[in-house]
């Protein structure tokens, strides 16, 4: 009770005396400044807005414009349309007051009409994808059109400084392939998977659903996609995410490690409160859309939509179908510490505390003696369960009172940070240990990760840090784009002093953490049999981080082929290996090329690549014939790639033909084995370099080993690779110990050979064929002097 009289911040009572009023000034002044805060934001949010709203035309030109009217009025000439006079009709009078507003109204008629005529061509020129198909290899050419097309984009963009948001208007609406073209690349895909019996029955399920019930799903389709933004993800976010039922931890929560060959500090303290800080820096720049969008070759813009959801936004459960809350503000973060909650303030005084304030604020976490009360050490299992299981003990147990608020106090954080009792540790001679690592950082224990929350931090006792992430909000180039820029910033920031502590001197003494109440008894049977269940997901998932350092992204450019088909076909070489035949592959690619764009799934194993890895496994085929298969593939599966970021991918459109069949209760054969399929080896390319801040000539050592997640299927791999330099490579494999036919250690000794007959190939090939030697620049002018 003690604790609830100090949260009153105002009290009003009526005695024999008189009036008598109790406050607490400090309190009051918190929520006053919560409310300026808040203020401040919505007015920033609307000023942004505007901007957006008219880009790629400057707000300040709005002015110009206007200047010009009153001149032309008031110097006797007339403004085009003779909008002046014309508005002047509709005005009272005709004096000069109403003479200049009615020159502002035909100023701003005339503004807005430039600013959506520069914004609809810059969304025409958008569209354009031809440049995507065009070869980018040295020597190659680009065409006029496409030279045309990028000096008028150039000049559009550059028009104005644009915000995070600032191109969503231009960006064009997800195209809708036609289902003609859809059957023809799924058969092609399914070739090299089917014998030709199954090939025959799958082609003519194919023809009859296209010549049938396709054509009326179709029809629905083509009005979702005029009406909506994009006519894949609402849906791919609900139905792919949101109704799953599945626990989150390993089956959807991916997970990012640390630039494990930076060692800044091994205070655990000092590194969670820098990197609180710099996370709340990041969460700054998109709040007031000060964060540049990533622009391809810098030209083309991609979505920036998913960062909204970046930071106060947790996957709340339901009992059929979860939600995504999102916060418009916070100004607190919750740290978890040996299976205790604390409410950590991050803003106090009106202003963002400074790392070392923060530090104090870890230091007092770590140093606290307090245990956990009864049932909140596993509390966090609730999440790793059965969505509509924790659904329901969510509403029975956590709808009132204590456990409410301070569930509520959780949801609501900025973000969550696992204050861990290991090391988060790596040495090259010892893989194991990057394993643990990426273990750790991928389920925990089961309950010291909040795994309904956008992202938890992770800090190691010796001051590693990772991160776990929930998947709905946002795909993994979202996080991978924040973790690295909070990486770069570490480093060149140089928050850390001798000791291993931050830099800076507190100005005060930060707000103490807070300690959350729970009244957990009622729920001691649901929370127990949440961490029994999240035991047997962590026991029967193995992952295996492998470093390959033998090469990397130097030597596949001197073979002339992309590292990203380099790397998937020598996963189908060790996948044929390993499994004894192909598979249905699945690699993510992105469509932020479009407005509120995702993911679409590029299909690696393809014909060329299935002739190819026969060819490997044939002692008896050339390695002429070898490389020239190699290359073949490799610019297939380029192809399928650059049609994925297209928007002529097969699958989404599959996944939505079927919403749609569903809806309309219309069974269809085709698509319910086409859905059914498993993915028995499931990829994904980590990006890196997103921020411009990013030189890995300079710091080398600022690359992350990447991240992972767990397998889509029972009997399948989950492989997540990272490109992290000219001679690096990081593989993160995972499988499930209950299959007798997966092993990760085996399947990564099959990458490892595989990646070896690559080289080893190619190799061999220079040694017969060596490239021309290009000659110095003196040789070719002593040439030329001699012929003259």
């Keep these: 009770m003690a604790e609830a009289h100090q949260a009153v911040a105002f009290s009003f009572a009526i005695t024999h005396e008189g009036f008598d009023i109790n406050y607490d000034q400090e309190v009051l002044n918190l929520i006053w400044t919560s409310g300026y805060r808040s203020w401040k934001k919505r007015l920033a949010r609307a000023r942004n807005g505007i901007r957006n709203g008219v880009y790629p035309a400057h707000i300040h030109s709005l002015w110009l414009i206007t200047a010009i009217a009153l001149g032309l009025h008031f110097a006797g000439f007339q403004t085009p349309f003779n909008i002046v006079n014309r508005i002047l009709v509709h005005l009272p009078a005709n004096t000069i007051n109403w003479q200049v507003t009615a020159c502002f109204l035909a100023s701003l008629v005339i503004w807005l009409g430039i600013c ?16 995507m198909y065009e070869s980018r290899a040295p020597g190659s050419k680009t065409s006029l059109r496409t030279k045309l097309w990028a000096g008028a984009v150039k000049v559009f963009s550059s028009w104005n400084k644009p915000g995070l948001y600032s191109f969503q208007g231009s960006l064009p609406r997800l195209t809708l392939p036609s289902v003609k073209d859809t059957m023809q690349r799924y058969l092609r895909s399914v070739r090299p998977l089917l014998d030709d019996e199954q090939y025959q029955r799958m082609e003519r399920l194919a023809n009859e659903f296209e010549s049938t019930i396709g054509k009326k799903l179709q029809w629905y389709l083509i009005l979702k996609s005029w009406w909506s933004t994009n006519y894949v993800s609402d849906w791919w976010e ?152 924790w659904a329901e003990a969510r509403n029975t147990y956590f709808s009132r009172g204590v456990n409410r608020v301070s569930l509520n106090t959780v949801e609501s954080a900025a973000f969550v940070v696992s204050l861990d009792e290991v090391p988060f540790e790596f040495d090259l001679n010892r893989p194991e240990l990057l394993d643990n690592f990426g273990k750790t950082l991928l389920h925990g224990n089961g309950y010291n990760r909040w795994f309904d929350k956008s992202f938890t931090v992770c800090v190691g006792t010796n001051g590693r840090v990772g991160f776990n992430a929930e998947h709905t909000w946002a795909d993994a180039a979202v996080c991978a784009h924040l973790w690295e820029n909070m990486m770069i910033d570490d480093l060149v920031l140089d928050g850390y002093d001798e000791n291993g502590n931050t830099k800076g001197t507190p100005e005060f003494q930060p707000p103490s953490p807070t300690r959350l109440n729970w009244q957990l008894e009622p729920c001691l049977p649901q929370i127990e049999e949440a961490t029994l269940d999240a035991n047997k997901l962590i026991n029967d998932v193995d992952l295996r981080i492998l470093v390959h350092n033998q090469y990397g992204k130097g030597f596949m450019k001197k073979c002339r082929l992309s590292p990203d088909a ?138 992350s080993s990447g991240g992972g997640f767990g397998p889509v299927a029972d009997d399948g ?39 070896a007959d690559i080289r080893a190939m190619f190799e061999e090939n220079m040694k017969k064929n060596p490239p021309p030697q290009k000659k110095s620049t003196a040789a070719i002018a002593n040439g030329n002097s001699t012929a003259k």
């Design 566 to 703: 380099f790397i998937q076909m020598a996963l189908q070489l060790a996948y044929y290996r390993d499994a004894g035949r192909f598979s249905l592959t699945y690699e993510a690619s992105m469509t932020r090329l479009f407005r509120e764009g995702r993911t679409e799934t590029v299909r690696p194993c393809t014909i060329e690549s299935a002739a190819w890895v026969k060819a490997m496994e044939n002692k008896n085929s050339t390695m002429e014939e070898r490389i020239a298969l190699l290359q073949k593939a490799c610019e297939r599966h380029q192809l399928g790639y650059q049609d994925a970021m297209c928007g002529r991918g097969i699958d989404r459109h599959l996944f939505c033909l079927y919403v749609v069949s569903k809806y309309l209760e219309v069974d269809s054969p085709f698509l319910n084995e086409v859905l059914s399929e498993p993915w028995r080896l499931s990829t994904s390319q980590t990006p890196h370099g997103q921020t411009p801040k990013m030189d890995l000539k300079k710091h080398p050592n600022c690359i």
């Design 238 to 389: 609900e139905y792919v995410y949101l109704r799953g039922r599945s626990p989150l931890m390993i089956n959807s929560n991916f997970y990012g490690t640390d630039a494990i060959f930076m060692d800044l500090t091994h205070n655990q303290a000092a590194r969670a409160a820098n990197i609180c800080h710099l996370l709340l820096n990041f969460r700054r720049l998109i709040e007031r859309q000060e964060l540049q969008p990533i622009m391809v070759q810098g030209i083309v813009p991609l979505c920036s939509w998913q960062y909204e959801r970046t930071f106060n936004t947790v996957r709340a459960p339901g009992l059929e179908t979860d939600r995504i809350v999102h916060y418009k503000d916070s100004n607190h973060i919750v740290v978890l510490h040996k299976g205790c909650y604390y409410k950590v303030l991050i803003y106090y005084k009106g202003r963002l505390l400074r790392p070392c304030e923060i530090q104090i604020q870890m230091e007092e976490i770590l140093k606290s003696k307090a245990t956990p009360l009864p049932g909140e050490e596993h509390l966090a299992a609730l999440t790793a369960w059965n969505r509509s299981k």
């Design 717 to 755: 791999y989950g492989v997540s690779y990272i490109i992290a330099g000219e001679d690096l490579i990081f593989f993160h494999i995972s499988a499930k110990n209950s299959c007798a036919t997966t092993d990760v250690h085996r399947f990564a000794d099959n990458i490892c050979k595989a990646l």
């Design 116 to 131: 959506f005529t520069m914004r609809y061509t810059l969304k025409l020129l958008l569209m354009y994808k031809g440049w």
